[in-house]
């Protein structure tokens, strides 16, 4: 069983920073792809990013390009996404998942485990 657990959320300005963790209970990012997802208020769950399995390959949203990078730590088994340049449109809690497939599924939020969500605001 995988767990993931979300920390770093909170209230930041606009243009602002702000830097997501989850920690993962395992030794799994050598198996599993990781990644986060997004969901605001009232909207559907989107795809933020994602990194392969041992950490080769990322891909992120338009929308967060040049703004946000994922990475890992293998050592401390911990998924971060910093966040750069907040806009109050980031604002949403956001979601850790991990999957064995790295690939389309992460686009429609066809992943296998999730956190529990960390919220992030981001105001004007």
């Known amino acids: 069983q995988v767990r993931l657990v979300e920390s770093g959320g909170g209230l930041v300005q606009a243009g602002g920073s702000l830097r997501l963790s989850c920690a993962a209970s395992?030794?799994?990012?050598?198996?599993?792809?990781m990644g986060w997802f997004r969901q605001a208020p009232g909207k559907e769950r989107d795809f933020v990013a994602v990194?392969?399995?041992?950490?080769?390959?990322?891909n992120l949203a338009d929308n967060v390009k040049g703004r946000f990078t994922i990475s890992t730590d293998n050592a401390k088994n911990t998924l971060y996404l910093q966040m750069n340049s907040l806009k109050p449109e980031d604002t949403a809690v956001y979601y850790c998942?991990?999957?064995?497939?790295?690939?389309?599924?992460?686009?429609?939020?066809?992943?296998?485990?999730w956190g529990q969500g960390t919220q992030v605001t981001v105001s004007s």
């Open positions: 395992g030794r799994i990012f050598r198996v599993y792809a």
């Open positions: 990194i392969s399995a041992g950490g080769g390959s990322t």
């Open positions: 998942a991990a999957d064995e497939s790295y690939g389309s599924n992460w686009y429609d939020s066809r992943v296998r485990y």
